[in-house]
């Protein structure tokens, strides 16, 4: 693991590192933000997951979450959101698929197969890495995500609810089967059997899998947001929540649109929800 | 003057705009923040400069500024750090020089001459607009900015301290004259004559002009930063004030570099230091 480069930022660092991924089987970057604090086996870790052709900077860079994170003594795991030079032709074609585009999810489909993996390098691979090297995370993991890396955030918690402790999002893809952006990955990546679109679908992986975090979730987004009724449809995560009985708070913001102005202006409400489920 | 896009951001609207300049000759962007009130026209306005190889977008989206700006009730006005387009041969072969590297001045030798007005298209032209238009500025109007940013601030706060009623800087070039980016931009704006480079130079300015700020200056420097040392010589403002009996409050940060992950940490102090400067 290689340190890229290092900022100061608030009471904490901001850093950026590159690995070789066993699970990728290429070098992957990711960023990690540290508070101060004397003993890091304490400090909670929160994955943030950006959206679509976004890397590992644009959350860290564009969110300030570094902010309320410092005075929260929380860490931030900032991962990419694709494999990088895997060279599949029609990998850099377009933002919505391929590069910068890995939906967080393990790819059946050749020849995405054999490198778009990123559900379980974030979960296997990466998240193992940042406890076992900083003792970050140790006692408790959270997750949130934007866009895309909400769909990512949601997906994973409800898949590894053992790992995920609290989980939240900003204006996620509520349910990828019935979102353009999703129609146009899923086959893609998963084949043509809608039966394994369904493990990639947050509001099918809620209304399914039974598992449930009691303290509920947190969802920001925003009414001017350009995406909320063609891709978003936060209103299905809303009735998979009540048909799953899962607690939802479901802020509606009537101004707000899909950019990064929005994630950081309620970014340190999120900051706060993961804070208090790991008892900060 | 037409509004290119818009985002809501913390109380109030993060806004992007073209419009034809007639200073520089050409379209220019710049970028608005308005927080939410009633009546525009007691609303302070803080201009916002960035650094070499910017635009009008950077310190608006990666400071996040408004956080702050939108408690104290302050607008934000976020110029482009050059023309652009201008087609000048040699203009985009260095990013320290030409295209985002306009230093804030009026470059008196051609072919820049033609173009390259950034302290009278600042000063004369966008800040009379945004008055005009909008009311914002017409109590109140301070400066600060980062690097290039940060003498653009200093300079421009000097030569016309009946617009400017405070000034602030991040990691600021001090001495343009004194600094390699400075020696390579001046003569080639300004000539060879080393007289006109002085009305360019922060500390000369200071030492020349009579003016002072009577409540102070705010600066931030971090001191892991790269350029400290070569480029922005806090030490020559330093002196400059003492010399000047310009009170200056310069604080040293010993972790902290160049980058925005600097600005966004101390950007809540300069907000507060300008809107305390307005009477908020």
Known sequence: MKLLNQHASFSGWQRF???????????????????ETGNLSNVPLLVCLAGLSCNEETFASKAVAQAYASQAKIALLFPDTSPRGANIPGESESWEFGGGAGFYLDATEPPWSSF???ESYIVKELIPIVVAEFGLGRSFVGITGHSMGGHGALTLAFKYPRIFGSVSAFAPICSAMRSPWGRHALPR?????????????????????GVR????????????????????KPELLEEACRIA????????????????YFVSTFVADHVSWHAKAAGR
């Open 17 to 35: 590192y590159r690995h070789d991924s066993t699970i990728i089987g290429l070098p992957m970057r990711f960023g990690l933000f540290v508070p």
């Open 189 to 209: 990546y998963l084949g043509g059997n809608e039966q394994a679109w369904r493990r990639a679908d947050a509001c099918e992986l809620l209304t399914s899998t």
């Open 245 to 260: 009985g899962q607690s939802v708070t479901l802020r509606r913001h009537e101004r707000f649109d899909h950019s990064y």
């Open 116 to 118: 778009y993996k990123m």
């Open 213 to 232: 975090f009691p303290d509920g979730i947190l969802i920001d987004q925003g009414m001017a947001d350009e995406y909320v009724h063609s891709q978003l």
